[in-house]
């Protein structure tokens, strides 16, 4: 069984510059959802994507952008990057028949 | 505006003790009540759920507490080990078809040895 891998792990930008980050669903998961994990909290929903298409979004503003592939792989865009953008950025899968599972996550850093 | 408030914020244990985690919630939609378990520089793993229709679930040594009339749950670590050492978050899920999560601010439990 293959988990959720995201790439990179570790990750440095500067304000308002723009990122993409990756993550690799677990095998026969078809929903994949992204959450922005700050120092010493817990993580917040960004977006859900199902069968390619978003079908449910946090409060964040359109800077951040998703798509989902054929292959139920993911990704995540944050345009004109900010200070606060700094988090641990975390993938889950999931699926109507297993629970949700998370990848490690990317830690981004923006200054 | 915070929809599950978690405490404690911190917990030092002595090995063999019993941990508890307490969650509140508002939101009487929420179906789904999840805890996970979060080691460094790791993603969040699911520890053991629940549904509101159940008032206590156990696997293992976790034990889930559901008060509904309440909206409160709690996590019951027994015979706690220096291995449980990490930082626990509950969450609840909005009934529906998005599998959005609402998380708390998490508890780092420390297990002394």
């Known amino acids: 069984e293959t988990g959720v891998t995201q790439s990179p792990t570790h990750l440095i930008k500067t304000r308002g510059q723009q990122v993409t980050l990756r993550c690799s669903s677990q095998?026969?998961?078809?929903?994949v959802s992204w959450y922005q994990q700050a120092l010493g909290q817990g993580p917040q929903f960004i977006f859900q994507y199902y069968r390619e298409e978003e079908n449910g979004r946090g409060n964040f503003p359109p800077r951040f952008s998703g798509l989902q592939f054929p292959n139920y792989s993911s990704e995540l865009n944050v345009n004109a990057l900010e200070l606060d953008d700094s988090a641990l950025y975390l993938c889950a899968s999931s699926s109507w028949t297993g629970p949700r599972r998370f990848g490690n996550g990317t830690r981004l850093t923006v200054t | 505006q915070q929809q599950v408030k978690q405490s404690p914020q911190s917990l030092i244990v002595q090995k063999g003790g019993i941990s508890i985690i307490n969650c509140a919630y508002e939101n009487t939609a929420f179906d789904y009540f999840p805890w996970y378990q979060q080691f460094p520089g790791k993603g969040p793993a699911l520890l053991i759920a629940i549904r509101p229709d159940v008032s206590e679930k156990k696997e293992g040594r976790f034990t889930i507490s559901f008060n509904k009339s309440a909206k409160q749950f709690s996590l019951h670590i027994m015979d706690s080990q220096p291995g449980d050492s990490a930082t626990y978050f509950c969450?609840?899920?909005?009934?529906?078809?998005?599998?959005?999560?609402?998380f708390g601010k998490g508890t780092k439990l420390t297990v002394n040895p």
């Open positions: 095998s026969g998961h078809n929903t």
């Open positions: 969450a609840a899920r909005t009934q529906g078809g998005s599998e959005k999560l609402v």
